[in-house]
């Protein structure tokens, strides 16, 4: 019975350094593991750090390449419109009809938000001559068409020039005219009429008739 109390103590003794030696094992290798996680999740942070960066970067592209886009755009818009601009008043100062006449020519019939009221501009010229004189003159503006069913004519007084300018012209090469008309509500308008009185002339001046549908669409595409 001693002997084998002594057995199994001996077994004991040893199974138990087995199991503390694996124990110490498990410990390390949970120790390695957790040393390894830790590496990982350091190197996982600062791949997300730089992922964060290179998608901010890609940001920073994407917005200066829309801000170049556009002002590239823009550009392009200002640079046509100064060409319409430029061709409009070769057109202007060289017509294709050669005439003492003074031309007119509409070059701007902007709605404002409101729908009653339009910018309008108009230029007045003379064709080239070995010597230009010197023109002077009064000017009509009418606008017509129809309210409530019936032909109405709006005179001058429906177009407002800036402050100090009047409806007379004084010129040797072109003169430009620009003011706001307001349109009474209800009505609907048909044509400019234009009238241009030389002051030494004695005449009552000839009617310049301008469809307002045609004035709206050169307008449109002038970037009016």
């Known amino acids: 019975m001693f002997l084998l109390i002594i057995v199994i103590g001996v077994g004991l003794d040893f199974v138990s350094e087995r199991v503390s030696l694996r124990a110490a094992l498990v410990a390390r290798e949970q120790s ?40 590239y755009m823009h550009r392009e818009k200002e640079l046509a419109e100064l060409r319409a601009e430029l061709a409009f008043y070769r057109k202007v100062v060289t017509p294709e009809a050669r005439s003492d006449d ?58 407002a020039l800036a402050e100090g300018e009047r409806l007379a012209y004084s010129f ?28 030494d002339h004695n005449n009552k001046g000839a009617d310049h008739r301008i469809a307002w549908s045609s004035l709206l669409t050169t307008a449109t595409s002038r970037g009016g």
């Not at 593991?33 to 600062?46: F, K, M, W, Y």
């Not at 070059?107 to 309008?120: E, H, Y």
Request: hydrophobic share 40%; proline share 3%; net charge negative.
């Open 32 to 71: 390695v593991l957790l040393g390894e996680v830790g590496g990982l999740e350091s190197r996982n942070a600062q791949l997300a750090e730089r992922v964060a960066v290179l998608e901010r970067a890609q940001q920073i592209d994407r917005e200066a390449y829309g801000q170049l886009q556009t002002s």
């Open 102 to 159: 003074i031309q007119v020519t509409a070059t701007a019939l902007k709605p404002l938000s409101d729908g009653r009221r339009f910018l309008v501009e108009f230029v007045l010229s003379q064709a080239p001559t070995e010597r230009y004189q010197k023109r002077e003159g009064d000017v009509d503006f009418r606008v017509v068409g129809a309210l409530g069913g019936a032909a109405t004519t709006l005179e001058k007084d429906a177009l």
């Open 172 to 199: 040797k090469y072109y003169q430009s005219f620009r003011g706001v008309l307001t349109l009474p509500e209800g009505f609907t308008p048909d044509e400019l009429v234009i009238t241009v009185i030389e002051s």
